[in-house]
């Protein structure tokens, strides 16, 4: 059994090369400079109990490359999917398409009930 102790949301985008790949890696970087997790050193707990669900929103989401940002993620076991989401906004005068990408970035640790309580 385990629990979810965090999720953070973050947004990327590419504003001239619509890179799906590059506004996907934006918002991991961006939901995940956003957080910390100290639970770990506190606890004694290996970072390798934690599970990562990372949720990926995209036009185009074939265009992600999941197993390429998953290793890009600082610790924990991964498991990413691109889904339809995001944004596109073109722009008329120049032909150019801005890409915007949303993540959900969750963190999973076995059950700690009973393990630890707080003082």
Do not use: C
């Amino acid at each position: 059994m385990e629990q979810r102790i965090i999720i953070e949301m973050g947004m990327g985008n590419d504003l001239h090369g619509m890179d799906y790949q590059k506004a996907a890696a934006r918002a991991i970087e961006d939901a995940i400079r956003h957080s910390t997790l100290p639970i770990f050193e506190s606890l004694e707990l290996p970072h390798t109990d934690m599970r990562l669900k990372v949720t990926i929103g995209a036009q185009e989401p074939d265009k992600i490359d999941a197993d390429a940002l998953k290793s890009g993620l600082p610790r924990g076991h991964a498991v990413l999917s691109a889904v339809k989401g995001g944004l596109n906004v073109p722009n008329p005068e120049t032909g150019e398409t801005a890409v915007v990408a949303t993540a959900a970035v969750e963190a999973f640790l076995p059950t700690q009930k009973g393990k630890w309580k707080m003082q």
